[in-house]
């Protein structure tokens, strides 16, 4: 190998000695086959540099502008040693807030640190479906969606008994902003609209919600009438839409938060809490960290 690059470096050099003893470049670049600008760059490199000018070069760039720095691969090991169930997308996104490295990788860069330090296992990407359509309103205010989901264990201090709360949720449909996220010991029609108006006093009225057939939303296979649910948006204008029997994907956007809340939070070994202010204080935490 040595011999062939020797060889290379005099036949350039050859080359430069004969245009600098008044061969034109034109002429030796047609006997040697090559372009007039490379026998004139081999001169510069001469020129500057000497015989070692005229060795091959690394066509290799300096720098990779998609390769990310030290600092910023460090930082993204460190958020998921700490928080074990953050995929990419939110560690890019904790990465953006905090402002402490630049710049800011892309979920992409993330994904491909996690995987080449062994944090992640590579997935097989999906084939995307050609016919898939994402049904969501225009913009925010428009409709919300909201369901119920239990699993907050509440554990008495005294006697140690578990009981189970549940948690009012609410989501925008287009921007996926929590607007609800409220603990109750039980989700009676009287907590969830309890929680449903302050959610109005806070973020105001959106034009529709949607909601399953639960009892504390609606009288459709109950006795028929209106319940406290209807009334509260039949007073302020808002359309109250349910979804079909059996068909939980129609609320598939606060199903998706659920998931989210579960790995996060009722999942992540947080425990039981002593008391309904406990689990909110942690759950308000949370909700402010996921909007």
């Known amino acids: ?162 009981t189970e709360a549940k948690i009012v949720t609410g989501v925008d449909d287009h921007s996926r902003f929590c607007v609800i996220a409220s603990v109750v010991e039980r989700a009676t029609g009287r907590a969830v609209c309890a929680a449903f108006a302050r959610a109005l006093q806070t973020f105001g009225v959106p034009e529709e919600v949607l909601t399953d057939n639960g009892k504390q939303f609606t009288a459709r296979f109950g006795r028929g009438g209106e319940v406290l649910f209807d009334r509260i948006c039949r007073e302020n204008g808002i359309a109250h839409r349910l979804t079909q029997p059996a068909s939980p994907t129609t609320t598939g956007k606060v199903e998706r938060f659920h998931q989210t809340l579960r790995r996060e939070l009722v999942d992540d070994d947080c425990g039981a809490f002593e008391s309904v202010g406990a689990a909110q204080a942690a759950l308000d935490e949370w909700g402010e960290e996921y909007n």
């Open 1 to 162: 190998m040595a011999l062939v690059e020797l060889s290379v470096v005099e036949q350039r050099y050859r080359a430069v000695l004969a245009v600098l003893a008044r061969a034109t470049v034109t002429e030796i670049a047609a006997q040697l086959g090559v372009s007039r600008q490379t026998v004139s760059g081999w001169k510069s490199r001469y020129e500057a540099s000497g015989l070692a000018g005229l060795a091959d070069r690394s066509r290799r760039p300096a720098s990779c502008p998609h390769q990310a720095s030290a600092e910023v691969e460090a930082a993204v090991r460190e958020l998921r040693r700490q928080h074990p169930r953050c995929g990419p997308r939110r560690i890019a996104h904790v990465l953006e807030r905090s402002g402490t490295v630049g710049p800011v990788p892309s979920r992409m860069t993330v994904y491909r640190i996690l995987v080449r330090h062994g944090l992640v296992e590579p997935g097989v990407r999906r084939r995307k479906r050609s016919g898939y359509k994402r049904w969501q309103r225009d913009r925010a205010m428009q409709l919300w969606q909201m369901d119920i989901v239990g699993g907050v264990m509440l554990v008495d201090p005294v006697t140690g008994e578990l």
